[in-house]
């Protein structure tokens, strides 16, 4: 049987964060006593809902349906997701007043690397006007304009366009568009960047508490990071090269396996003495799981390793069941049994004078 490298193989080099939403605080359920207790809406610009303000003095709004004197002026309205969710209006009546709301990036974006944008937003019930756009904007340090609350005029790298074909009354969409990252990236900024004359607007038929202004709801804002292998590069080596734990994402930066090789991992933990995964090895692990489940044809031969510390027929017994715990885990994901088998060696195949490195797993695949 022709043995295949993982995931076709491809050279990665990409940070992976196990679908990892990158945005603090998305859906804006962490905040100060003011946000989560006052009847007051202002609180976005007050700093009080965590990792999430307003760039100039405009007054984005904070909502929490746990308040119970809550004064919304654009009608009912309740939160995605939780019991949060932020508003701001976009156009209205003022000569170019503007609301943004301003949130934080877990850890700098990586230049040159694809990311998913999504958030859910919609229109309030007594917004008289529905803008056809929602900009975002990302930059590496904070957008601040505390003088006037006007256009930034700033130009967004992400457009969310045609929303009036898109919102229905009062309900929430998800919106979804990629992201290139220039790099550094650590905050992103939401609103209208687009002037007075040159917002596209729709005037809405509002029979009841109608106001003059687009007004927009916001929640559940995510960023995440896209999987995307790139040429297949070969090394020689049986060896998979991580970065140390950094922000919990994991570089993969070199990866290549020739026919007839193996993928070593010895970033794979177990709590000491058992079979127990901790929860580090689980974004290794669904680095690989990803890899199979773009190639459902192939197979996966686990084998568990010790290193020569302790009784040889105890260590025999524990790589098995560490290779068992492994393969368990990829069933849970979705991996079909036949798919997978499971041998434990022990401390008989060193591979070297470390005990960390002989303290490992690895994987070897082949086609059905």
Same mark, same amino acid.
């Given at each position: 049987? /022709?043995h #295949?490298?993982?995931?076709?193989?491809?050279l990665?080099?990409?940070?992976?964060?196990?679908a990892q939403n990158l945005?603090?605080n998305?859906g804006?359920?962490?905040?100060?006593e003011?946000?989560g207790?006052?009847p007051n809406?202002?609180?976005?610009?007050?700093?009080?809902?965590k990792?999430?303000t307003s760039?100039?003095?405009?007054?984005?709004?904070?909502?929490?349906?746990t308040?119970?004197?809550l004064?919304?002026a654009?009608?009912?309205?309740?939160?995605h997701?939780?019991n949060?969710?932020?508003?701001?209006?976009? =156009?209205g009546?003022?000569?170019e007043?503007r609301e943004?709301i301003?949130?934080?990036i877990?850890i700098?974006l990586?230049?040159? /690397?694809? =990311?998913?944008f999504?958030m859910?937003?919609?229109l309030?019930?007594y917004?008289?006007?529905a803008t056809?756009?929602?900009?975002?904007y990302?930059?590496?340090?904070?957008?601040?304009?505390k003088?006037?609350?006007l256009? *930034?005029k700033l130009k967004?790298q992400?457009r969310?366009?045609? *929303?009036?074909?898109k919102?229905?009354?009062?309900n929430w969409?998800?919106?979804s568009y990629s992201y290139?990252?220039?790099?550094g990236?650590?905050?992103?900024?939401?609103?209208n960047?687009?002037t007075?004359?040159?917002?596209q607007?729709?005037?809405?038929n509002?029979?009841k508490g109608?106001?003059?202004?687009?007004?927009y709801?916001?929640d559940?804002?995510?960023?995440?990071a896209v999987?995307?292998?790139?040429?297949?590069t070969p090394? #020689?080596?049986?060896? *998979? *090269?991580?970065s140390?734990?950094?922000e919990?994402? =994991?570089t993969w930066d070199?990866?290549g396996i020739?026919?007839n090789?193996k993928l070593?991992?010895?970033k794979i933990y177990?709590?000491?003495g058992k079979?127990t995964?901790?929860?580090?090895?689980f974004?290794v692990l669904?680095v690989?799981?990803m890899g199979?489940k773009?190639q459902?044809?192939?197979k996966v031969?686990?084998?568990?390793?010790t290193?020569?510390d302790?009784d040889?027929?105890?260590?025999l017994?524990?790589?098995?069941?560490? #290779?068992?715990?492994?393969?368990?885990y990829?069933?849970?994901k979705g991996?079909?049994?036949?798919n997978?088998?499971?041998?434990?060696?022990g401390?008989?195949?060193?591979?070297?004078?470390?005990?960390?490195?002989?303290?490992?797993?690895e994987?070897?695949?082949s086609d059905?």
């Amino acid at each position: 049987m /022709k043995h #295949a490298s993982l995931i076709s193989f491809f050279l990665f080099s990409w940070n992976f964060s196990v679908a990892q939403n990158l945005i603090l605080n998305p859906g804006f359920e962490e905040h100060g006593e003011i946000a989560g207790n006052s009847p007051n809406k202002d609180n976005l610009k007050e700093n009080q809902v965590k990792s999430w303000t307003s760039p100039n003095i405009g007054s984005p709004d904070y909502f929490n349906t746990t308040t119970e004197k809550l004064i919304n002026a654009y009608g009912q309205a309740k939160s995605h997701t939780g019991n949060a969710f932020a508003g701001a209006v976009l =156009y209205g009546e003022k000569k170019e007043y503007r609301e943004y709301i301003m949130g934080e990036i877990n850890i700098p974006l990586a230049s040159g /690397k694809k =990311y998913n944008f999504s958030m859910a937003i919609a229109l309030a019930e007594y917004a008289g006007i529905a803008t056809e756009e929602i900009g975002v904007y990302f930059s590496k340090t904070k957008v601040a304009d505390k003088k006037t609350a006007l256009n *930034l005029k700033l130009k967004p790298q992400v457009r969310i366009d045609s *929303l009036s074909k898109k919102m229905t009354d009062g309900n929430w969409i998800i919106v979804s568009y990629s992201y290139i990252a220039k790099g550094g990236e650590k905050y992103i900024t939401i609103g209208n960047f687009k002037t007075d004359n040159t917002t596209q607007h729709v005037d809405r038929n509002v029979t009841k508490g109608k106001l003059p202004n687009s007004y927009y709801y916001f929640d559940d804002v995510s960023l995440i990071a896209v999987f995307e292998p790139t040429k297949i590069t070969p090394i #020689a080596a049986d060896k *998979l *090269l991580i970065s140390p734990f950094l922000e919990n994402e =994991y570089t993969w930066d070199t990866l290549g396996i020739v026919d007839n090789k193996k993928l070593v991992v010895n970033k794979i933990y177990f709590e000491e003495g058992k079979s127990t995964l901790t929860a580090v090895s689980f974004l290794v692990l669904d680095v690989i799981f990803m890899g199979m489940k773009n190639q459902p044809n192939l197979k996966v031969q686990i084998n568990g390793f010790t290193d020569e510390d302790g009784d040889s027929n105890y260590n025999l017994q524990l790589s098995q069941e560490r #290779a068992n715990a492994v393969a368990n885990y990829f069933k849970s994901k979705g991996t079909e049994s036949e798919n997978i088998s499971t041998n434990g060696f022990g401390n008989t195949k060193p591979i070297g004078t470390d005990k960390n490195i002989n303290r490992r797993v690895e994987f070897i695949f082949s086609d059905r």
